[in-house]
């Protein structure tokens, strides 16, 4: 039976071991095909432990954590990911930013997913954030390296009230599997007004 709970601060911290690993085995995958480490890792999550309104959303097997959402206030992200907001004229200070969701395969179809969204919007709503958002990475569907049944995740966004904005699209830098270093990936936002 799986249990899920919200953390922060020093609970949260002391999940960003595990969390590492298991965002590079998710990542691993497609559509990220991230080649990362844990160091990197446990550097990029010690932002959002250090932000106070910080909320992490963990789902457990037992002891093992077997998934994961995270949200932020987005004036506690780095400037890359603020830039496309404010080039659309959104306020910085009314969006509560949802960064990754990742759950292991073995626990995928099982309501999860929702219960992230759910607890993350709450989250959102109890601090006054009238806007939620996140970014996804844009891959071509012809791409070679689409597994076969692989699906697309813009239906369950879109039924979860989110919209792509196609102004706000951004570039992230990561290794994928097979480069010798990280390279620009196009990742498009999508909104949603409470």
């Known amino acids: 039976m799986i249990s899920i709970r919200t953390a922060t601060g020093d609970e949260a911290r002391s999940v960003l071991p595990q969390l ?5 085995q998710v990542f691993r995958q497609w559509p990220y095909l991230y080649d990362g480490d844990a160091q990197y ?24 954590l077997v998934g994961c959402a995270t949200g932020v206030p987005l004036k506690d992200e780095p400037d890359h990911c603020r830039a496309p907001f404010e080039h659309a004229g959104v306020a910085i200070d009314q969006v ?15 309501g999860i997913g929702h219960r992230f969204f759910d607890e993350r919007e709450r989250c959102a709503k ?34 979860r009230g989110y919209h792509p904005v196609p102004a ?4 992230f830098s990561w290794r994928e599997l097979g480069e010798a270093q990280e390279s620009a990936k196009e990742m498009q936002f999508w909104l949603r007004r409470s």
């Open 96 to 110: 509560f930013y949802f960064g990754e969701s990742v759950l292991l395969d073995t626990w995928r179809g099982r």
């Open 168 to 171: 706000m699209k951004a570039q």
């Open 20 to 24: 590492a690993t298991l965002r590079m």
């Open 41 to 64: 890792e446990q550097n990029y999550l010690s932002t959002y432990a250090a932000s106070p309104d910080a909320v992490f959303v963990l789902a457990f097997d037992g002891i093992d």
């Open 126 to 159: 109890e601090l006054g954030y009238p806007i939620t958002a996140f970014c996804a990475v844009v891959r071509h569907p012809a791409d070679p390296r689409r597994p076969a049944l692989a699906r697309s995740l813009d239906t369950f966004w879109h039924s």
